[in-house]
């Protein structure tokens, strides 16, 4: 069962958002609302970003990663 969800905004973001969703092809705005949550939830946060990127920073100076000099050396 769908729930219907209602959101306020400027009259000038409300123009972007229909403008934006015609643009990229949706049909109606709630499709594109959904399509932008849908990408939102597989976004990275920056939180894990920077864990990430400290736990490689980590692995490489212990020597477990190896510095390549180009994408060639991967293969």
Same mark, same amino acid.
């Given at each position: 069962?769908?729930?219907?969800?209602?959101?306020?905004?400027p009259?000038?973001?409300?123009?972007?958002?229909?403008?934006?969703?015609?643009?990229?092809?949706?049909?109606?705005?709630?499709?594109?609302?959904?399509?932008?949550?849908?990408?939102?939830? @597989?976004?990275?946060?920056?939180? @894990?970003?920077?864990?990430?990127?400290?736990?490689? @920073?980590?692995?490489?100076?212990?020597?477990?990663?190896?510095?390549?000099?180009?994408?060639?050396?991967?293969l």
């Amino acid at each position: 069962m769908r729930q219907i969800l209602n959101i306020s905004m400027p009259p000038n973001i409300a123009l972007a958002v229909r403008e934006r969703a015609k643009k990229h092809g949706f049909e109606t705005v709630s499709e594109y609302v959904r399509f932008l949550l849908n990408l939102d939830t @597989d976004l990275i946060s920056p939180q @894990d970003l920077l864990a990430m990127s400290k736990r490689a @920073d980590r692995e490489y100076r212990t020597g477990k990663l190896k510095k390549l000099n180009s994408l060639a050396e991967l293969l």
